[in-house]
């Protein structure tokens, strides 16, 4: 069975300092992984993509996220947080199989105070 | 490329009624799934479709169905509207639907009154 976690419902920094959001996974063998971000009233777009290749991945908007097995975690990180990266964000595990059995974390809200 | 694209963005619909929502898929990707999104719920899968087939299928009601379209376009519909329906509806569309990163669209936001 497969199940994944996002340790925080909301997480405020800073403009200019750096970004944590963490998720763990559970997963019986090794699966995909994901980070999605949305805007208000927008739908889902993919920051990253996990898929074994290696294990520091780099997305988009200057994110990246380092898969850890023996923790079983894939946390997003940022260096440096800009007012528009507020937003929802959303970890996603995905075994080697349809849509049908992607599940999405409950995400987590980020807030950036100026 | 253009992405995926959902019609109409924001209907408003009153209980007892049905409602068909529109999906155009990023041109050459021919999985399509719906996904229901509420504040309560999160993300909940409703329906997949490959090559005009309902590939999976969530664990919603039977008044929800959709079709796919011999252009991969795809149609969800809901009878009997509920309040309960009233939700954030988003698409996304993938090369495969296996494995492959799902685009999404805008969604549409449905509020039953």
């Known amino acids: 069975a497969q199940s994944v976690t996002q340790l925080d419902s909301h997480v405020s920094v800073s403009e200019g300092t750096p970004v944590l959001l963490r998720c763990n996974y559970s997963s019986s063998y090794s699966p995909s992984l994901f980070w999605y971000v949305q805007h208000p009233n927008k739908g889902l777009q993919l920051l990253l993509k996990?898929?074994?290749?290696?294990?520091l991945v780099k997305g988009i908007n200057g994110f990246e996220a380092e898969f850890k097995k023996s923790e079983t975690s894939f946390h997003l990180t940022k260096p440096s947080a800009h007012m528009s990266d507020a937003a929802e964000y959303f970890c996603v595990v995905s075994p080697y199989s349809s849509a049908s059995k992607i599940i999405f974390g409950s995400g987590t809200r980020l807030s950036i105070r100026p | 490329k253009a992405g995926v694209t959902q019609t109409p963005r924001y209907l408003i619909k009153t209980r007892g009624q049905q409602v068909t929502l529109s999906c155009s898929p990023i041109s050459g990707h021919r999985s399509v799934s719906w996904y229901q999104q509420t504040p309560g719920q999160g993300l909940q899968f409703l329906f997949e479709?490959?090559?005009?087939?309902?590939?999976n299928k969530g664990n919603f009601p039977g008044r929800f169905s959709g079709r796919q379209f011999s252009n991969s376009r795809s149609e969800m519909n809901v009878s009997t509207l509920e309040l309960g329906d009233s939700a954030l509806y988003l698409c996304?569309?993938?090369?495969?639907?296996?494995?492959?990163?799902?685009?999404f669209g805008n969604g549409t936001r449905l509020t039953v009154t």
């Open positions: 996304a569309s993938s090369v495969t639907g296996d494995n492959s990163p799902l685009h």
């Open positions: 479709y490959f090559s005009e087939t309902q590939r």
């Open positions: 996990y898929t074994s290749a290696a294990t």
